[in-house]
């Protein structure tokens, strides 16, 4: 009966062991891939950090002036009888309730 108990206690301390090891084990592997996950949303941050230092640099007025001068050296600011309202518009041809989306699609 001795035998029995002291085999039991054995095959517990057995079992308990690779559970054990096998939880640990499954630990590092998790820990492992949180620090991979750590270091990439870290690069993503320098990554975004980088764009946007980079668009406050190209949208600065001057930089943007600069550009358009280059770019667009025949643009001029639209003279006072280029300028109209809406009621001077032409009405739309076709239904006046569809949406702007449809009467396009219906003209091609």
């Known amino acids: 009966m001795k035998i029995y108990a002291v085999l039991g206690w054995l095959s517990l301390i057995v079992v308990a062991s ?4 096998h939880i640990s084990y499954e630990v590092e592997k998790v820990e492992t891939k949180l620090q991979a996950l750590n270091r990439q949303t870290l690069d993503e941050q ?4 980088v764009l946007k230092a980079e668009w406050s640099h190209l949208n600065r007025p001057e930089n943007l002036r600069a ?8 643009m001029r600011p639209p003279a ?3 300028i109209g309202t809406l009621d001077q518009l032409p009405e739309r041809e076709g239904d006046a309730n569809a949406p702007a989306s449809v009467a396009v699609n219906e003209r091609r």
């Open 46 to 49: 320098e990554r975004i950090h």
């Open 80 to 82: 006072i009888n280029q």
């Open 67 to 74: 550009l358009s001068h280059e770019l667009l050296p025949n």
């Open 18 to 21: 690779y559970a054990m090891f």
